[in-house]
């Protein structure tokens, strides 16, 4: 009798211990998958694409997404994966939704892996209501700058009749944003390219803007523009140069064979390299102007060489290459201390390329100031600085032979000569005269 009992007993643990070992197995996730979609927006158009983040520690396991409206749904994409991974990224497109006017919702419904549900596991349902958009959104041109040079920039101030996903410029297809005001005008600080012409660039810039449902406005933009001209030199290349260049920054270029090819490398390769990566920095900007006045140059120098003059090198006799030297060279004593041009916001330090130990400030809509070839660094990125505070110390790094500042000027990321922005007569004119006209 005590065998038997001792018997229901230890079979009646088993069974506990498998009820809830299943339990656990079947009932641990009862949460459907984390969504994130975007853009976030109640209204879309036929060129809106959902961007749909999933997250379940059980796995993604299905997605659906349908239209709802009159009680009726209508499934525009549906997917079962294969892999049940924890998380999943998936665009869907509004393009063959055929969608109609008015409002409806927009069904999401996204399945786990678990084996909540006898196997069927968790399932969760978001329902965002929305309205079919195809109207574009309109731009007014509020003040447009009096002229503008190669190699130079300009500022245009617009208004637009809706909310704006992104706005700005297009110059020769180059993106560059603008940025929303207190008063409710958008600013765009851009550039005219030292490599376009002024008939090039005069039918090359537009105004454009993407509102919140996808629909794009883009518009030919009419600005006065004006030829420049750069100085122009023809440089030869000596084999002590050469190998001097190598000696130095060789590391640029590993696997140069001989010193010609380590220079041509280094003007070329790093050098298109350096200028992606001031494109990137570019976008680190602020929604506002935070300078005040024209940008101050570093005292008591002489300038060595100008914007955009351009270079032609040649060894032995022969063309072999050319460049572009994009900015000022200023030259003073050894270690000169280096003052920031204008009131603003360090977004980089350290070193790149040609420009060796270098210092970009933020100073606003895209507008930057530039400070290369630098001996030491006195500050860090997200340090805010003063018009005139020490930001560094001059010297020879990077492609330079002889202590001296390389400083340009960036707006929206492209180079542009300084000469106008240390030049109060022009900011006057082309900045903050015109923006300090009164709105139409």
């Known amino acids: 009798m005590r065998k038997n009992t001792a018997f229901s007993t ?42 749909i983040a999933m997250n379940d520690e059980s796995g993604i396991r299905a997605l659906s997404v349908g239209i709802r409206k009159n009680n009726v749904i209508n499934v525009i994409f549906k997917r079962h994966f294969d892999e049940y991974l924890p998380n999943r990224v998936v665009d869907v497109s509004l393009k063959d939704a055929n969608l109609r006017e008015g409002a409806f919702d927009l069904e999401i419904r996204a399945t786990d892996g678990s084996l909540a549900g006898f196997g069927q596991g968790n399932t969760r349902t978001v329902l965002l209501p929305m309205r079919l958009d195809t109207q574009p959104p309109r731009i007014s041109v509020k003040t447009l700058p009096p002229n503008v040079r190669r190699g130079g920039a300009a500022v245009v101030r617009y208004a637009i009749d809706e909310d704006v996903s992104e706005s ?12 929303l005001q207190q008063d409710g005008t958008y600013l765009c600080f851009f550039p005219f390219p030292y490599t376009m012409t002024a008939r090039d660039f005069k039918t090359a810039v537009e105004i454009t803007a993407t509102d919140m449902a996808g629909n794009v406005t883009k518009s030919r933009l009419t600005v006065m523009s004006f030829e420049r001209n750069f100085k122009s030199d023809s440089l030869e290349l000596t084999d002590d140069f050469l190998r001097v ?17 380590c220079y041509l490398h280094i003007n070329n390769q790093v050098r298109a390299n350096d200028v992606r990566k001031l494109r990137e920095i570019g976008r680190d900007t602020a929604a506002a102007m935070l300078w005040k006045g024209p940008f101050q140059r570093l005292p008591r120098s002489a300038a060595r060489a100008g914007f955009a003059d351009h270079r032609f090198f040649t060894y032995q ?8 030297h994009l900015g000022f060279d200023l030259a003073s004593v050894r270690n000169a201390e280096v003052p920031a041009a204008n009131s603003g916001r360090v977004v980089y330090v350290g070193g790149m390329g040609i420009y060796g130990n270098m210092i970009v400030i933020d100073h606003g809509l895209g507008l930057m100031s530039l400070y290369s070839h630098l001996h030491s660094q006195l500050v860090k990125a997200g340090d805010i600085v003063e018009k005139g505070q020490a930001v560094a110390l001059t010297g020879s790094t990077g492609l330079a032979f002889g202590d001296h500042l390389h400083f340009g000027m960036l707006v929206g990321g492209i180079e542009v000569t300084p000469l106008e922005w240390i030049d109060a007569k022009w900011i006057q004119d082309n900045v903050t005269g015109r923006l300090a006209a009164p709105v139409n």
């Open 245 to 261: 260049v190598q000696h130095k920054l060789g590391n640029l270029a590993p696997d140069a064979v001989n010193p010609l090819e």
């Open 168 to 179: 700005g410029v297009l110059v020769a297809g180059y993106f560059v944003p603008g940025f």
């Open 317 to 324: 006799g022969k063309l072999v290459g050319e460049s572009f």
């Open 10 to 51: 230890i079979l009646a643990l088993l069974l506990t211990v498998v009820l809830v070992a299943g339990g656990y197995t079947f009932f641990k996730d009862m949460d459907g998958p984390v969504l994130q979609i975007t853009p976030v927006t109640d209204r879309v158009s036929p060129l809106t694409v959902l961007h």
